[in-house]
């Protein structure tokens, strides 16, 4: 099913530049790394991997990452910018690797964007090795429940939000790009985890700590995303 990913490539690329939007290079860059960097993974799978920006700092950084995304236009971006990285074609709902093949998965702001999350979960738990992690961010579920903002006489911003319970779709759209993400509430993403056998390692909602004021202001009124790790059963004995 199309969720506008190829259609809105071009403004996607340009619209992240190198140093990502605002919500990367402010708020969950920096938690993102610090979480990578004490985990220590031998190898990372940067599912939903997009222009390969992540993978670009992992890379640098010095972790061996394979980057996933089956929109073809971002994969060629990131193969431009990065000759040397690994960058596949794929989807999260099922992953062209090997079980145990990786020590760390990171779905950043994808889950949202993926039409069947519990397939794309179930998978990164075959594909990780025993005591792997699975290194999230999200957008916050009230903030994908809600359709619209309300300007108050105040001068306050007002969030309309509707369905939070019920999982639905719903197209976005910002700065020349168009695309169809997907509002589940934090229980299904906690639940899914929890079944499928993982334990929280940490759990964060991130707020701005650099950019311009006012923009800083209007992220840490409420947190915009969550960042949480989880950990598969390590080997005992
Ligand atoms: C919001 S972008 C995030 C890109 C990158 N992770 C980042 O943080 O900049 C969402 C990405 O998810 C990818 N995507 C959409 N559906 C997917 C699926 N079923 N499996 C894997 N990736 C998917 C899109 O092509 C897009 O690159």
């Not at 530049?17 to 402010?26: E, K, L, N, P, V």
């Not at 993102?32 to 920006?53: H, I, S, W, Y």
């Not at 940490?202 to 650099?210: D, I, S, Y």
């Amino acid at each position: 099913m199309d969720n506008g990913w190829d259609a809105s490539a071009d403004a996607w690329i340009a619209d992240q530049g190198d140093a990502g939007d605002f919500s990367r290079r402010h708020v969950l860059d920096a938690p993102m790394q610090a979480r990578v960097r004490a985990a220590a993974p031998a190898r990372v799978l940067d599912v939903g991997c997009g222009e390969g920006r992540f993978c670009r700092w992992l890379g640098s950084a010095g972790f061996a990452c394979v980057g996933v995304d089956p929109a073809e236009a971002l994969l060629a971006e990131a193969r431009r910018r990065d000759p040397g990285g690994d960058y596949r074609a794929g989807r999260a709902e099922r992953l062209d690797v090997g079980d145990a093949s990786f020590d760390m998965v990171v779905f950043y702001l994808t889950l949202i964007d993926i039409e069947d999350m519990r397939a794309a979960l179930t998978e990164a738990v075959r594909v990780l090795a025993p005591g792997g992690r699975v290194l999230i961010a999200n957008l916050q579920a009230y903030n994908t429940a809600s359709a619209l903002f309300e300007k108050l006489d105040s001068g306050a911003r007002r969030l309309v939000m509707a369905r939070y319970l019920e999982e639905h779709d719903r197209w976005d759209e910002w700065r020349g790009i168009r695309i169809r993400n997907w509002h589940r509430p934090l229980s299904a993403y906690m639940t899914c985890l929890l079944d499928l056998g993982l334990s929280l390692t940490c759990f964060e909602e991130p707020c701005a700590t650099g950019g311009p004021d006012r923009a800083r202001a209007s992220y840490n009124h409420a947190p915009y995303h969550f960042m949480m790790e989880w950990r598969l059963p390590a080997p005992t004995g």
